[in-house]
């Protein structure tokens, strides 16, 4: 005899109140607010609906209370709020910690042929004694990469002009594949080059040991040789040499190329990203100026560049998502890092968007003279003589000591947005990240201070307006962005959607 | 011990005789039940083990010793062989060599389990469900079935020779079966390692870490888990399922299934309680069971539960077909692959159709006349037999494609 | 909900402003994260008083510059300011009753593998096994924990 069926009452909570689970909010407009829960689902509702959540007003009819329940906003007594699957994607979050420290940067000499701007680290010697990486630094450098816990390493080899130093390249390559192969690690190594000193040889070499090179393209020539003056005044078109003879001998996607940004750049984005196409690249990274000046920057030339960049930014996305509608596939890289944080449940490997921040934990730079710092952007601190990120050096530290040292735990205690002011309240705290380098270069201050921080301004200004992309933009966009979240290209994310 | 009543397939089947899986006769010799292998010509006695002869009628001069059965159509007078018998069988047309039959000893009952030729065979586990889906196409029946289809399906598969593409077990809810689902798996890894396995479940048991630890234990290397999710929050699911805390479970379980690597399948079945949350749901799977190796949207099956609850569940496939189209939008952009069974293509927009597999099992399809001339015919899976009752406004031929 | 404010106060220049926050709807941490978000423009001043808060804010840059021709006076702001005072309340109040389950999630993510996991809810009842007290042992499921 068949089992009678319940009707629906049998399956709801007897009355209809609920408790919270963790979320953040945030106003997009005056209609509209978003909620973001601890895993960084969001849902966007109209204007004053946290509050009616958090107050129970919400009622267990309504459909927006079972979107709640399903984007564990809420829940019930009626069932579990599955916090084992919650957990779960926190855990999948924060996967980026595992293993530790996986970007290794060697810089193998400061020494140089370009004088660019924005650079704050080359030396224009030729004195390799002084500014090289010596045998010894680089040895015990490579031993204490080897010793970080991931199964996956890459080493990139930097300057000055790394070019400049091959002897040394060389040296390290061979100890470093080999050490890694006795380690049961895979080991990526890339050069960033301007590529003015790339031989034949050169080549040769770079394919037969399987390394990637990385260069500068800040634009068309006009930009590009105003950015980047070396003698001859020929830097753009050494580039381009350069990256076409590259992609021959290397392969298309072994080639890649950064655009570093100055005031001129900030007028011109349409076309940088045209020579970026001209050029047959399928990816640009949209960057602000870099803070990191010889001159201490004031809170509000910080903030007037931030403005300007981010019509730069605005523009050249839009730009960029016409050229994708027409057929040229070009990612813009900042964009679907934080599109992956927003649409899929992983975090990002990206270091400046981390949190806990990347700096240490994710990535490491061994100076030419053997000091280990957390990022980058701490070495050229160094060079201005501020020394604040150097965690040690190879020659006297452990790589435990490292991570026990005052800079790095200092650094840590404003490594977490989770627990900084104005980020533990912000509805875009799973997206976003901590830059403690950031603030400390800006501000003065690791923790930063939210309301005049560039870092929170810009993070802020992009990810509301990727969130308005994805909620009224055209199919087309968001195939595109999408395109970008999941790693695919235009066409082939049609071919699997309904058409 | 019913093996089941109620509107079941094999009945509707009869009308098509290709696709005729049950009849029945009187049986005689034998109190347990037999599973053979058929032939339909006498084979020699070293051959016989296992083995059924379907006849027309009785020659004396036959030797019918050494047969597991004998399964004859007219009556059998004056039959005084110890092999067991089924005579007054009523049809025998569709027992074909290599099929394999179980022959009941009170009832009388020929049931085929199992056609070499076609790709749908299953398994069939267990009447008994813990859930009691508004839309079951086979309504659970509290009976203890478990030794005699243990039995049943141990020899069965002993029997199946050569090894299928393809096997799907089904019931009821296989893990009820507990240890047996995992004697029965480890069996088919050993006896037919490179056959698929797709198992329907509807996942809950999968919830209790220690159980999904043995079942992924038997290391199947070819096992894959279809669990149906009807929606994005537990009261819906629940309400369609009929179980409390089913949705729980069927989520905490495939997160379980999905540490041990099992391949997993999500099923929905779209009618008038799905629908409207469709998306949501679509959105819930890319969000919590982003593991999952696809999604699959099946058209309702008018049979079992359906038609008494047919108030509540029916929709047109035509009026949902924005729904569908968004939530498989929703799962595609994502990177989830998407199928849709059970619908024919004249009811699913064009947008849709290359995510159309044929399905329905081969002895359920038929084609209505209005399928005559319809340029897509051999790509749609047509109807079920049950289903030409009730019938989407849409159906035609298409004629431009 | 609409903000109450027993008064505001204006200086004569309408360049700072007083509020008066009731104590028993605000609390000093909402205020302080409020006020946080304004720091660029605006300096705040809170004092305590036996049933409110008083809070003086005004202009950073009162006066005319290049930048900022046409300052904004402090009543353009006042929206702004009790907008964000409201929601700061409300992050106060979620932050306060979700705390708990938050750290439960955090330790559960970071903790090893079944260790702080719960068990499923409800149970896995065989139905036979229920209705058929006659049915052999086999035909019941546990579900006691193993071992």
């Given at each position: 005899?068949?089992r009678?069926?319940?009707p629906a009452?049998?399956f709801?909570?007897?009355?209809?109140?609920?408790?919270?689970?963790?979320?953040?909010?945030?106003?997009?407009?005056t209609?509209?607010?978003?909620l973001?829960?601890?895993?960084?689902?969001f849902?966007?509702?109209?204007r004053?609906?946290?509050?009616?959540?958090?107050h129970k007003?919400?009622?267990?009819?309504?459909d927006?209370?079972?979107?709640?329940?399903a984007?564990?906003?809420?829940?019930?007594?009626?069932?579990?709020?599955?916090?084992?699957?919650?957990a779960?994607?926190?855990?999948?979050?924060f996967?980026f910690i595992?293993?530790?420290?996986k970007?290794?940067?060697?810089?193998?000499?400061?020494?140089?042929?370009?004088?660019c701007?924005?650079c704050?680290?080359?030396?224009?010697?030729?004195?390799?004694?002084?500014?090289?990486?010596s045998?010894?630094?680089?040895?015990?450098a490579?031993?204490?990469?080897?010793?970080?816990?991931s199964?996956?390493l890459?080493?990139?080899?930097?300057?000055g002009?790394?070019?400049?130093a091959m002897?040394?390249?060389?040296?390290?390559?061979?100890?470093a594949?080999?050490g890694?192969?006795?380690?049961?690690?895979?080991?990526?190594?890339?050069?960033?080059?301007?590529?003015?000193?790339?031989?034949?040889e050169?080549?040769?070499?770079?394919?037969?040991?399987?390394?990637?090179?990385?260069?500068?393209?800040?634009?068309p020539?006009?930009?590009?040789?105003?950015?980047?003056?070396?003698?001859?005044?020929?830097?753009?078109?050494l580039a381009?040499?350069?990256?076409?003879?590259?992609?021959?001998?290397?392969?298309?996607?072994?080639?890649?190329?950064?655009?570093?940004?100055?005031?001129?750049?900030?007028?011109?984005?349409?076309?940088?990203?045209?020579e970026?196409?001209?050029q047959?690249?399928?990816?640009i990274?949209?960057?602000?100026i870099?803070?990191y000046?010889f001159?201490?920057?004031?809170?509000?030339?910080t903030?007037y560049e931030?403005?300007?960049?981010?019509?730069?930014?605005k523009?050249?996305?839009?730009?960029?998502?016409?050229?994708?509608?027409?057929?040229?596939?070009?990612?813009?890289v900042?964009t679907?890092?934080?599109?992956?944080?927003?649409?899929?449940?992983?975090?990002?490997?990206?270091?400046?968007?981390?949190?806990p921040?990347?700096?240490?934990?994710?990535?490491?730079?061994?100076n030419?003279d053997?000091?280990?710092?957390?990022?980058?952007e701490?070495?050229?601190l160094?060079e201005?003589?501020?020394?604040?990120?150097?965690l040690?050096?190879?020659?006297?530290?452990?790589?435990?000591?490292?991570?026990?040292?005052?800079a790095?735990?200092?650094?840590?205690e404003?490594?977490?947005?989770?627990?900084?002011?104005?980020c533990?309240?912000?509805?875009?705290?799973?997206?976003?990240?901590?830059?403690?380098i950031?603030?400390h270069?800006?501000?003065g201050d690791?923790?930063?201070?939210r309301a005049?921080s560039?870092?929170?301004?810009?993070?802020?200004?992009?990810?509301?307006h990727?969130?308005?992309?994805?909620?009224?933009?055209?199919n087309?966009?968001?195939?595109?962005?999408?395109?970008?979240?999941?790693?695919?290209?235009?066409?082939?994310?049609?071919?699997s959607?309904?058409? | 011990?019913?093996?089941?009543?109620g509107s079941?397939p094999?009945?509707?089947a009869?009308?098509?005789?290709a696709?005729r899986?049950?009849?029945?006769?009187?049986?005689?010799?034998?109190?347990?039940?037999?599973?053979?292998?058929?032939?339909?010509?006498?084979?020699?006695?070293?051959?016989r083990?296992?083995?059924?002869?379907?006849?027309p009628r009785l020659?004396?001069?036959?030797?019918?010793?050494?047969?597991?059965?004998?399964?004859l159509a007219?009556?059998?007078?004056?039959y005084?062989?110890?092999?067991?018998?089924v005579?007054?069988?009523?049809?025998?047309?569709?027992l074909?060599?290599?099929?394999?039959?179980?022959?009941?000893?009170?009832?009388?009952?020929v049931?085929t389990?199992?056609r070499?030729?076609?790709?749908?065979?299953?398994?069939?586990?267990?009447?008994?469900?813990n859930s009691?889906?508004?839309m079951?196409?086979?309504?659970?029946?509290?009976?203890?079935?478990?030794?005699?289809?243990?039995?049943?399906n141990?020899?069965?598969?002993?029997?199946i020779s050569?090894?299928?593409d393809?096997?799907c077990?089904?019931?009821g809810e296989?893990?009820?079966?507990?240890?047996?689902?995992?004697?029965i798996?480890?069996?088919?890894?050993?006896?037919?390692p490179?056959t698929?396995?797709h198992?329907?479940?509807?996942?809950?048991?999968?919830?209790?870490a220690?159980?999904?630890?043995r079942f992924?234990?038997?290391?199947?290397?070819?096992?894959?888990?279809?669990?149906p999710l009807?929606?994005?929050?537990?009261?819906?699911?629940?309400?369609?399922?009929?179980?409390?805390?089913?949705?729980?479970?069927?989520?905490?379980?495939?997160?379980?299934?999905?540490?041990?690597g099992?391949?997993?399948?999500?099923?929905?079945?779209?009618?008038?309680?799905?629908?409207?949350?469709l998306s949501?749901?679509?959105?819930?799977?890319?969000?919590?069971l982003?593991?999952v190796?696809?999604v699959?949207?099946?058209?309702?099956?008018?049979?079992?539960?359906?038609?008494?609850?047919?108030?509540e569940?029916?929709?047109d496939?035509?009026?949902?077909?924005d729904?569908?189209?968004?939530?498989?939008?929703?799962?595609?952009?994502?990177g989830?692959?998407?199928?849709?069974?059970?619908?024919?293509?004249?009811?699913?927009?064009?947008?849709?159709?290359?995510?159309?597999?044929?399905?329905?099992?081969?002895?359920?399809?038929?084609?209505?006349?209005v399928?005559?001339?319809c340029l897509?015919?051999?790509?749609?899976?047509?109807?079920f037999?049950?289903?030409?009752?009730?019938?989407?406004?849409g159906?035609?031929?298409?004629?431009?494609t | 909900?609409?903000?109450?404010?027993?008064?505001?106060?204006f200086?004569?220049?309408?360049?700072?402003?007083?509020?008066?926050v009731?104590k028993?709807?605000?609390?000093?941490?909402a205020?302080l994260?409020?006020s946080?978000?304004?720091?660029?423009?605006?300096?705040?001043?809170?004092?305590?008083e036996?049933?409110?808060?008083?809070?003086?804010?005004?202009?950073?840059?009162?006066?005319a510059?290049?930048?900022q021709?046409?300052?904004?006076?402090?009543?353009?702001w006042?929206p702004?300011?009790?907008?964000?005072?409201v929601?700061?309340?409300?992050?106060?109040e979620?932050?306060?009753?979700?705390?708990?389950?938050?750290?439960?999630?955090?330790?559960?993510?970071?903790a090893?593998?079944?260790?702080?996991?719960?068990?499923?809810?409800?149970?896995?009842?065989?139905?036979?096994?229920?209705?058929?007290?006659?049915a052999?042992?086999?035909?019941?499921?546990?579900?006691?924990?193993?071992?």
């Amino acid at each position: 005899m068949a089992r009678a069926f319940l009707p629906a009452t049998n399956f709801k909570a007897a009355h209809s109140s609920y408790q919270l689970l963790p979320f953040r909010f945030h106003r997009l407009d005056t209609e509209t607010e978003i909620l973001v829960n601890e895993c960084g689902e969001f849902v966007t509702v109209p204007r004053g609906t946290a509050e009616r959540i958090a107050h129970k007003h919400i009622t267990s009819d309504q459909d927006l209370y079972n979107t709640l329940k399903a984007k564990h906003f809420i829940f019930d007594e009626y069932s579990s709020p599955l916090l084992d699957v919650l957990a779960t994607k926190y855990r999948t979050k924060f996967d980026f910690i595992r293993g530790s420290t996986k970007l290794h940067i060697f810089v193998v000499t400061l020494r140089c042929d370009h004088s660019c701007h924005y650079c704050q680290v080359s030396r224009q010697t030729a004195n390799k004694d002084e500014y090289d990486m010596s045998e010894e630094v680089a040895t015990a450098a490579v031993a204490m990469m080897l010793q970080a816990p991931s199964e996956h390493l890459t080493l990139e080899l930097q300057g000055g002009e790394p070019l400049l130093a091959m002897d040394r390249i060389k040296y390290i390559v061979s100890i470093a594949r080999s050490g890694a192969a006795h380690a049961g690690k895979e080991l990526d190594i890339v050069i960033t080059s301007n590529l003015a000193y790339l031989s034949e040889e050169i080549l040769e070499y770079c394919k037969n040991n399987q390394i990637k090179l990385s260069t500068s393209l800040d634009g068309p020539e006009f930009i590009h040789n105003r950015n980047r003056p070396r003698p001859g005044g020929d830097s753009h078109k050494l580039a381009i040499d350069g990256i076409r003879r590259a992609r021959r001998v290397l392969g298309e996607d072994r080639v890649a190329a950064l655009m570093t940004t100055t005031q001129l750049s900030l007028e011109h984005p349409k076309e940088i990203i045209d020579e970026y196409v001209r050029q047959s690249f399928h990816s640009i990274f949209l960057r602000p100026i870099s803070p990191y000046g010889f001159a201490v920057k004031s809170n509000h030339r910080t903030g007037y560049e931030m403005d300007a960049f981010l019509q730069f930014y605005k523009a050249g996305l839009d730009y960029i998502l016409e050229l994708n509608r027409g057929g040229y596939n070009m990612t813009e890289v900042y964009t679907k890092i934080l599109l992956q944080k927003i649409l899929t449940p992983d975090g990002t490997g990206y270091v400046d968007l981390q949190s806990p921040a990347g700096a240490g934990l994710n990535v490491l730079v061994y100076n030419y003279d053997g000091g280990v710092y957390a990022t980058d952007e701490s070495r050229m601190l160094a060079e201005m003589r501020d020394e604040t990120f150097r965690l040690g050096s190879v020659s006297t530290h452990s790589r435990a000591q490292l991570f026990t040292s005052p800079a790095f735990i200092r650094l840590l205690e404003a490594a977490c947005n989770q627990s900084l002011p104005g980020c533990s309240d912000c509805a875009f705290q799973p997206y976003c990240g901590a830059d403690p380098i950031y603030h400390h270069a800006t501000q003065g201050d690791m923790i930063g201070r939210r309301a005049t921080s560039g870092f929170c301004q810009r993070n802020m200004t992009v990810i509301e307006h990727l969130i308005s992309l994805l909620r009224n933009g055209s199919n087309d966009v968001q195939d595109i962005l999408w395109a970008w979240a999941t790693d695919r290209s235009l066409n082939e994310l049609r071919a699997s959607t309904p058409q | 011990m019913g093996m089941g009543n109620g509107s079941k397939p094999e009945r509707a089947a009869s009308e098509h005789p290709a696709m005729r899986l049950h009849t029945a006769g009187k049986p005689r010799g034998f109190q347990k039940p037999i599973v053979a292998r058929i032939v339909t010509q006498p084979v020699p006695s070293s051959a016989r083990r296992d083995v059924a002869l379907v006849l027309p009628r009785l020659d004396p001069a036959d030797d019918l010793s050494g047969y597991a059965a004998i399964i004859l159509a007219e009556a059998a007078a004056g039959y005084l062989c110890p092999t067991p018998l089924v005579h007054s069988v009523r049809d025998i047309d569709h027992l074909r060599p290599g099929h394999i039959v179980a022959l009941e000893p009170l009832s009388g009952f020929v049931r085929t389990l199992y056609r070499p030729e076609s790709p749908h065979n299953t398994l069939f586990a267990t009447e008994r469900c813990n859930s009691n889906c508004l839309m079951c196409s086979q309504p659970p029946i509290d009976t203890d079935d478990f030794s005699p289809l243990m039995d049943r399906n141990l020899k069965l598969i002993d029997l199946i020779s050569p090894s299928p593409d393809y096997l799907c077990i089904t019931g009821g809810e296989p893990t009820l079966l507990d240890e047996g689902l995992l004697t029965i798996l480890a069996k088919l890894r050993d006896t037919m390692p490179s056959t698929y396995v797709h198992m329907l479940t509807n996942g809950r048991r999968f919830a209790w870490a220690d159980f999904t630890c043995r079942f992924a234990s038997v290391s199947h290397p070819n096992l894959s888990v279809g669990i149906p999710l009807y929606a994005d929050h537990a009261a819906l699911h629940d309400y369609v399922v009929q179980a409390k805390d089913a949705f729980d479970q069927t989520i905490l379980g495939l997160h379980q299934l999905a540490r041990h690597g099992v391949e997993i399948e999500i099923r929905v079945v779209l009618h008038a309680l799905t629908i409207p949350r469709l998306s949501n749901l679509a959105e819930y799977i890319c969000r919590n069971l982003t593991f999952v190796d696809h999604v699959a949207f099946m058209g309702l099956e008018h049979i079992g539960y359906a038609p008494r609850n047919m108030q509540e569940l029916w929709i047109d496939p035509v009026d949902y077909e924005d729904e569908l189209e968004s939530s498989v939008t929703a799962l595609s952009r994502f990177g989830i692959n998407v199928r849709i069974y059970n619908l024919q293509l004249c009811v699913l927009r064009k947008s849709l159709w290359k995510y159309s597999a044929q399905a329905i099992s081969d002895w359920k399809n038929v084609y209505g006349e209005v399928c005559d001339g319809c340029l897509v015919r051999e790509r749609c899976g047509g109807f079920f037999q049950w289903n030409t009752k009730l019938q989407s406004r849409g159906i035609r031929r298409v004629l431009d494609t | 909900m609409s903000p109450e404010f027993d008064r505001v106060e204006f200086d004569d220049e309408h360049t700072a402003a007083t509020i008066y926050v009731d104590k028993a709807i605000y609390s000093t941490s909402a205020v302080l994260r409020a006020s946080y978000w304004f720091s660029k423009d605006l300096y705040f001043h809170l004092e305590e008083e036996k049933q409110q808060l008083r809070v003086n804010v005004g202009l950073r840059s009162p006066k005319a510059t290049l930048e900022q021709p046409l300052p904004k006076k402090i009543d353009d702001w006042l929206p702004g300011i009790f907008n964000a005072l409201v929601d700061a309340q409300l992050r106060v109040e979620i932050q306060a009753e979700t705390a708990g389950i938050r750290e439960l999630i955090i330790a559960k993510a970071f903790a090893e593998a079944g260790v702080l996991e719960d068990s499923p809810p409800g149970t896995f009842e065989d139905p036979v096994g229920v209705r058929n007290t006659n049915a052999p042992p086999l035909v019941k499921i546990s579900n006691k924990p193993p071992g």
